[in-house]
Nanobody, 121 residues
Framework: QVQLVESGGGLVQAGGSLRLSCPAS????????MGWYRQAPGKQRELVAT???????NYADSVLGRFTISRDNAKNTVYLQMNSVKPEDTAVYYC???????????????WGKGTLVTVSS
């Protein structure tokens, strides 16, 4: 079994900062890509940022320059540093990881259950 559990969400004022964390635990042989998506009320889930095992990153245009994704491979953890947040950043944030559980197994996509970020104006 593999689990991803997000933490760090909450209420923040516009212009403030938050740091989300998402450790992966359980039967893990290796982790490839990791990342964050978000879903605002009444909207579809959208990509926020991704990071490869080698550290290459990709961001949605809406967060470029404000959010930073990083990972600690020793801790199987992905982070999202959110700076200069805006009310439109309000959403449930979900982390994911592409994980190989045992040698020779297929890569599987695992998701956390989400953490709510609310940005007040």
């Amino acid at each position: 079994q593999v689990q991803l559990v997000e933490s760090g969400g909450g209420l923040v004022q516009a212009g403030g900062s938050l740091r989300l964390s998402c450790p992966a635990s359980g039967s893990i042989f290796s982790i490839n890509g990791m990342g964050w998506y978000r879903q605002a009320p009444g909207k579809q889930r959208e990509l926020v940022a991704t990071i490869t095992s080698g550290g290459s990153t990709n961001y949605a245009d809406s967060v470029l320059g404000r959010f930073t994704i990083s990972r600690d491979n020793a801790k199987n953890t992905v982070y999202l540093q959110m700076n200069s947040v805006k009310p439109e950043d309000t959403a449930v944030y979900y982390c994911y990881a592409n994980i190989v559980t045992t040698p020779g197994a297929y890569v599987m996509n695992y998701w956390g259950k989400g953490t709510l970020v609310t940005v007040s104006s």
